[in-house]
Structure formats: structure tokens, C-alpha cells
């Protein structure tokens, strides 16, 4: 009756530790390379907050006509990921390379390759056997040369024409996915440590209709969804940037939910291994003070890039706006009378709500574009905390 009653309790024992260990999320933030410069090296390899992240996809490498992979910013690649020079002797300081510092704080460290400005070359090098073998190659250089725990593909998009898309990408993309993890498996019986593939994958079905969902699905460990964006100032009427569901006005799919809906319910992926969006940024919409209103485009002058803020840039500029929230959406945004400017953005509160339904439908977790956009002169990351806080603290 003992050794019963022992094996009931372990067997309990073990289902706890599952049911741990399975709540587990995902909180993975890009870090963009060609930005270490920004506000004088602000969110550098020392100061990212790794502690509230379980993984860095480092971004980006750019893939080459012939299936080479090289960084976006060489002198950003050598200095954070190999690590700072002593100027005296020229070796490397220890501790100043991200990815060292991440591995003592059980951080993963991925290297994105492609994004919008640099997607145009994926679909000849999906094309060709050769040009793949060669795109995997160069990802098990990198991974073997800076120590990276895998690869993120993120191309923008498979069939999306102004980007060099053509038909032939839905079967080459799943023949591209498929080269790359073949590779990390064998360098995987080389070193007896295994590699992540994930890949950044589009919000609606536009884009979706281009992919082999399914099959890709079956190859990556983890989809990222890139859930924001939704709206912006290209369309004729302000809208949300990254509604957590659909808005008054607009395509009702174009939302967070929607994302996640069309990828587990219609695509059959199990909700484990999606990964949704959030940003840390929000956009801006000029000669407007409505929402679902016309306007003049992005903003021009009052924040760094036009059309768009981080979210430190707008709370450093909050005492000219008036916030408002819209029920239906479930996202804030901002009026300003005097400027006649609207802006979309997340708050705490809304990522807070993102995070709860990561939660409530068991998802796999939240991705980050981008982890300096909340990052105060003061260390603080107010959006960044709020997730961890909801995922992490009982």
C-alpha cells in the first residue's frame, strides 16, 4: 500500500512540475542592431533587460541574391555580439557581449534574418536548391561563429509582389524552412545542443493564402505573428496601429484576435506555438483629432521618425494630448487640439489585456518589435514590466 501510495505521489509530483513548466511564456524581444547608437548607446549589451525576457532575436542579418547572409550594421554585429575591444591590448573585454551575458542569465539568443527593408532577395534564393544549401550554410556559420540559439526567418512576405513575390514562393518557402532545419540538425549531432527555427509570420489572410500555414507549421518550433501594423497612416482613415479586437471601422480581422483565430482555428496550428505582437511604438496621423477621421499622413516634426513613435518619445510628449479609449478595440489613444494629432499606440494597460489573452487561450507568448521602444533614460520599461508581471508573478 506504500510503494502505491509512493508512486501516486510521484506521478502527482511529476504532473505538477508539467503543469509548471507548461505555463511557461514566451516573452521575445527584438533588439535592432542598426539602433545600438541611439541615445547614446542607451540599450546596450550591459543594460537590455534580460532578466524580464526569455529570448533576444537579434535583428537583422540580410540575405544576399546568392544566398549569403551578412549584418545589417557589421561595426553593431562585431561590437555586440563579439563583444567590446580593450583599446590597449586589443582583446576582447569579457561580459560585453550580448549574447555571453544572456547565456549566464539563461536568455536565448536568435539571429533574424531579412525584415521589411530587406526581404527582396528570399524569393530567388527560395527558388533554388543551391541558393538554399548555401542560405543554410551561412546560418550554421553564424550560429557556430557568434553563438547564436537559432534562426528566425523574417520574410515580409512569401507571394507579396512590390517585394519581388512571385506564385512559386507558397511551395519555395516551405523547401527554404526545411533546408535551414535539416542543417541545424545535423550541427545539432555535432555539438549535442539543439536550435531553434522560428520564422516571423504575417497577421491576415492576404498574406497567409501565399504560405503553406500547415506544413511550415510542422518545421518551426514557434511561429512569431507580427499582430500590429494593422492600420496606419497609409490608409485613408486614422485607425488603430494594434487593435486587440476589430474596430469599429476597417477590415474586422485586422486585430490581435483576429491573428490568433485565423492561425489556430483555420490553420489547425496548436496555440502553443504562436507567438503574437505587440509594439512598442504607436503611429501617428497628422491633421486629425477623430479616429476613423481623415488626415494629412504620418507627423513630421514632433518625434523622431515620421509616421511612427516609441513609446518613451510619446509618454515624453503626453501633456499635449488627451487620452481616450475605445471599448470595442480595446486600445487607447491620444488627441491633441493644438497640434491636430492622433496618435495609436499600447499603454500598460492595453498590453496588459494582450497579455491576458495570451494567458486565457493558452498561447505560447508575446513577441516585442522593438525592446528599446519602452526603455527610459532611467532604466525603466514600463510595457515590458506589465507583461512580465502578468506571465511571471503569481
Known amino acids: 500500500m506504500n510503494r502505491i501510495l509512493k508512486m501516486i505521489l510521484l506521478l502527482?509530483?511529476?504532473?505538477?512540475?508539467?503543469?509548471?513548466?507548461?505555463q511557461e511564456k514566451d516573452i521575445i524581444g527584438y533588439y535592432p542592431s542598426w539602433s545600438w547608437r541611439d541615445r547614446n548607446q542607451l540599450v546596450n549589451s550591459k543594460t537590455i533587460p534580460y532578466e524580464k525576457l526569455t529570448i533576444i532575436n537579434y535583428a537583422f542579418f540580410i540575405p544576399l541574391p546568392d544566398?549569403?547572409?551578412v549584418g545589417k550594421d557589421p561595426e553593431a554585429d562585431s561590437h555586440l555580439l563579439k563583444g567590446k575591444l580593450d583599446s590597449l591590448t586589443g582583446d576582447i573585454i569579457p561580459n560585453t557581449s550580448l549574447i555571453e551575458i544572456a547565456h549566464q542569465q539563461n536568455v536565448?539568443?536568435?539571429?533574424?534574418?531579412?525584415g521589411w527593408e530587406d526581404s527582396d532577395n528570399f524569393p530567388q534564393v527560395a527558388a533554388d536548391a543551391d541558393k538554399r544549401a548555401n542560405f543554410a550554410y551561412w546560418c550554421v556559420k553564424h550560429l557556430k561563429d557568434y553563438g547564436f540559439d537559432g534562426i528566425d526567418i523574417d520574410w515580409e512576405y512569401p507571394g507579396y509582389v512590390p517585394h519581388n513575390g512571385m506564385p512559386q514562393d507558397k511551395q519555395n518557402f516551405t523547401l527554404l524552412l526545411q533546408t535551414v532545419r535539416d542543417s541545424l540538425n545535423l550541427l545539432e549531432k555535432e555539438t549535442g545542443k539543439y536550435y531553434l527555427l522560428s520564422a516571423a509570420m504575417p497577421a491576415t489572410y492576404s498574406h497567409t493564402q501565399k504560405i503553406e500555414i500547415e506544413n511550415v507549421a510542422r518545421i518551426l518550433d514557434f511561429m512569431n505573428?507580427?499582430?500590429?501594423?494593422?492600420?496606419?497612416p497609409w490608409d485613408a482613415l486614422s485607425n488603430h496601429n494594434a487593435p486587440l479586437f476589430a474596430p469599429a471601422q476597417g477590415d474586422p480581422a485586422h486585430n490581435f484576435e483576429g491573428a490568433f483565430k485565423l492561425y489556430?482555428?483555420?490553420?489547425g496550428v496548436p496555440a502553443d506555438?504562436?507567438?503574437?505582437?505587440v509594439p512598442f511604438y504607436g503611429h501617428t496621423f497628422s491633421g486629425c483629432t477623430e479616429l476613423h477621421a481623415k488626415h494629412?499622413?504620418?507627423?513630421?516634426?514632433?518625434?523622431?521618425?515620421?509616421?511612427?513613435?516609441?513609446?518613451?518619445e510619446i509618454v515624453a510628449h503626453i501633456d499635449l494630448f488627451s487620452r481616450y479609449w475605445d471599448d470595442k478595440a480595446q486600445v487607447p489613444y491620444l488627441i491633441s487640439d493644438s497640434k491636430q494629432l492622433f496618435i495609436s499606440f499600447d499603454d500598460t494597460v492595453s498590453i496588459g489585456l494582450k497579455a491576458d489573452y495570451i494567458l486565457k487561450n493558452n498561447a505560447r507568448g508575446l513577441i516585442i518589435w522593438q525592446i528599446m521602444g519602452d526603455?527610459?533614460?532611467?532604466?525603466?520599461?514600463?510595457?515590458?514590466?506589465?507583461?512580465?508581471?502578468?506571465f511571471y508573478t503569481k
Open 67 to 69: 544566398g549569403k547572409i
Open 296 to 312: 494629412q499622413g504620418g507627423e513630421k516634426e514632433l518625434f523622431s521618425e515620421i509616421g511612427s513613435a516609441s513609446y518613451y
Open 12 to 22: 502527482l509530483l511529476i504532473s505538477t512540475i508539467d503543469l509548471v513548466l507548461g
Open 264 to 267: 489556430h482555428e483555420r490553420y
Open 375 to 390: 526603455y527610459f533614460e532611467n532604466g525603466e520599461t514600463p510595457l515590458l514590466d506589465i507583461i512580465y508581471h502578468k
Open 225 to 232: 505573428i507580427m499582430t500590429y501594423d494593422f492600420f496606419g
Open 108 to 114: 536565448k539568443v536568435l539571429i533574424s534574418i531579412g
Open 273 to 277: 506555438r504562436i507567438n503574437l505582437g
